[in-house]
């Protein structure tokens, strides 16, 4: 598979280096910005674009990778995760390409960056006015696993009729006593349309609601846009008797004592030792800057050293 | 001061007089070649109508187009919605003909796979309408659910279990349940027991003719197999090459038959 750090890698001097601002062309950046704009004056409504090849797989979030390339500007800050993690090789790949089509600054602090491009999480750490969140979708339409019919789906969405997606959760309680939906847990968007948060885990979900940032979601094989404008009721789908619960970690995290945040598991050596650490890494790395130290972390100072 | 109506009570006294559904006029054309033609009836609140013919004859044309599941070429259908008030189908807003279609009608389907959700469990399709319609409470829509599973001769136990574990049987009672749980009062029947072994359609009819007599329904089912017509319906029309040839009182019909073709229908029937 030839990842765009392939192509770096071959050719130094490569013709990338002579692509458009961002990649795209600039005909193409009006015509998603264009979609962008519609989808945040309709929120959770699914804008088709004209989804354009990109030099990655479609896996790699080629999707989202459009929306960050129409709405950069030279004065941007780029962060990217994949899960919570900004060292992973799909987020290191498209920071380094964005790098080097925008010339970009990036970075790795939510604090810092102005928009960030992620394909699971939500970042732990308070989004701010002005900063924008972009989401690699991969099946934008929530509706699509018990009505597979296009036509159907879109009059669904335009006459509201959402019954379906409770089916889905009937489904879930009634296999596993509740529901057990975890990832990609469907919203309802200002009251009106039922949004999939692409593959994000409903821990995330309430991070949605009323977010001071702008969120925005490109499906690049499906070519469709959605949005969430800044401060926008987001609501997760339930039943009376089976409320919408986040999933709970009974612990925090072993290297910097964060609560209440998204735990991955790590293995630490061969004899099935591991932990559970932030999924968040920049969250992880401010908190021990700052001093706090998990049951297996050790202090700042001493790790510096 | 009791001579004073309010508009709900008018609208319950309009409900008692009129009837549910009126078809006038009624044609369907495919180009030049005709699916129904000039076609004018009457279904009163609680009757059974079975429109009888042979394959081409234009009955489920007719029935798809009475249904809104296929436009008309020309004719009105008037359907009494439940406030009384009576609607040309054809002019309605797509978001309420479609809420129509899964609140006060149903649509049985002679292959159950074309009325259910295959891959979701049964009370998920037992459940599915009334959660089309707002209901979200889990555990009364699993009360309904399991309900009207009995009420259609389906264990509880099988609840959970898709339809694709179901016989042909009990998918086709599956269907009928799923339909009536929002107590429709006008259900549509496109050869129901249709590839139906005949010791399951039996089964089948006596359920139906129960529940229908049982919730007053109303029902236009669409058969050619006349021995179904006599067993369900109150009155029966017959149709041929798109028009309809008799009509009348069931028992009447079917034992003393006017028009030729019917005869000849009849006593087809009666060599079987
Ligand atoms: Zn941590």
Redesign the pocket.
Known sequence: MSTILDLMAEQPSSDLAHYNFAYLDEQTKRMIRRAILKAIAVPGYQVPFGSREMPMPYGWGTGGVQVTASILGAEDVLKVIDQGADDTTNAVSIRKFFEHVAGVKTTTSTEEATVIQTRHRIPERPLEPGQTIVFQVPIPEPLRFLEPRETETRAMHALEEYGLMHVKLYEDIARHGHIATTYAYPVKVAGRYVMDPSPTPKFDNPKMHRNAALQLYGAGREARIYAIPPYTEVVSLDFEDHPFEVNRFDRP?A????EN?YLDEVVTDDAGGRMF??SDTD??ES??ADGHV?EMGVPAAEAAE | MNQQLSTDERARMAAHDGPLLSVRDLTKRYGQRIGCDDISFDVWPGEVLAIVGESGSGKTTLLNCISTRLPATSGTVTYQMRDGQPRNLFEMEEAERRHLLRTDWGFVHQNPADGLRMTVSAGANVGERLMAVGNRHYGQIRETATDWLSRVEIMAERIDDQPRAFSGGMRQRLQIARNLVTAPRLVFMDEPTGGLDVSVQARLLDLLRGLVADLGLAVIIVTHDLAVARLLSDRIMVMKDGHVIETGLTDRVLDDPQAPYTQLLVSSILQV
């Not at chain 1, 290297?255 to 964060?258: D, P």
């Open positions: 995290c290297l910097c004592g964060a945040v650490v932030c969250n992880c908190r021990r998990g």
